[in-house]
């Protein structure tokens, strides 16, 4: 079964660089949510998007942004980067109407170093 | 606002045995859903069991279960004999179901307990 895909795998920036994560939802899911998750730290919510418009927001820095695009998928933008910022980036989908079998379907996440 | 506690950072088990990992959440919400999730040194997040609150059955998934007490907000995973193969930092989150205008579906996850299976 196909599942949530994200692209890259890693990246690598110096402070003050931007980055742009990727994120393709599980096909027919229409809600997607990211969530970091620095070095020994539990995955903090940061955004989510539902029908390509923001539905619910975090921690999400002022210096990131995001959007759902018309085929669903989602891209988180972060500029001006900074050291604290290295950290795994999760992307989750799921298909709101499956109300009987409410979950999130997880990436395998991004891992972003900044140096 | 709801939070999720896990009051063990780290636990390790002999392998082929029982151990058994704490949750504890609070929440004014009648109706919600709680979820383990295993992170293995890959870092992908996989799930593993999910209980719905209004279900008095506690959920099964082959060598996974849970007890859940919802009186006393607790959310507890039984890993029965255990393998190599479940060591893993374990999270443990809760959802409320997404209500138009309110709740989106998203999850909140407790800091984790780091388990460890010895052979």
């Known amino acids: 079964a196909a599942g949530v895909i994200q692209s890259p795998r890693h990246l690598i920036k110096e402070k003050r660089e931007t980055a742009t994560l990727k994120c393709y939802p599980i096909?027919?899911?229409?809600?997607v949510y990211w969530y970091q998750q620095g070095p020994g730290q539990d995955p903090q919510f940061l955004i989510s998007f539902y029908e390509k418009m923001q539905s619910d927001k975090g921690s999400i820095p002022d210096r990131f942004s995001a959007q759902q695009f018309s085929d669903y998928h989602s891209e988180l933008n972060m500029s001006s980067l900074e050291l604290g910022d290295s950290a795994l980036y999760f992307c989750?989908?799921?298909?709101?109407?499956?109300?009987?079998?409410?979950?999130?379907?997880f990436g395998s996440g991004t891992q972003l170093s900044v140096l | 606002a709801q939070t999720v506690t896990q009051s063990q950072p780290e636990m390790s088990v002999q392998e082929a045995e029982t151990v058994t990992l704490s949750c504890t959440y609070d929440t004014s919400e009648n109706n919600y859903y709680l979820f383990w999730y295993k992170q293995p040194p890959s870092r992908q997040m996989i799930l593993v069991i999910r209980?719905?609150?209004?279900?008095?059955q506690n959920a099964t998934e082959n060598r996974f279960s849970v007890n859940f007490q919802k009186a006393a907000k607790s959310f507890s995973l039984k890993i029965s004999d255990s393998q190599l193969g479940d060591t893993a930092m374990y999270f443990c989150?809760?959802?409320?179901?997404?209500?138009?205008?309110?709740?989106?579906?998203?999850?909140?996850f407790g800091k984790g307990t780091k388990l460890s299976v010895k052979p």
């Open positions: 989150a809760f959802m409320k179901p997404y209500n138009y205008g309110g709740s989106q579906g998203n999850l909140i």
């Open positions: 209980q719905e609150a209004y279900k008095q």
């Open positions: 096909p027919r899911h229409d809600t």
């Open positions: 989750a989908s799921r298909y709101r109407r499956d109300t009987f079998n409410e979950k999130l379907f």
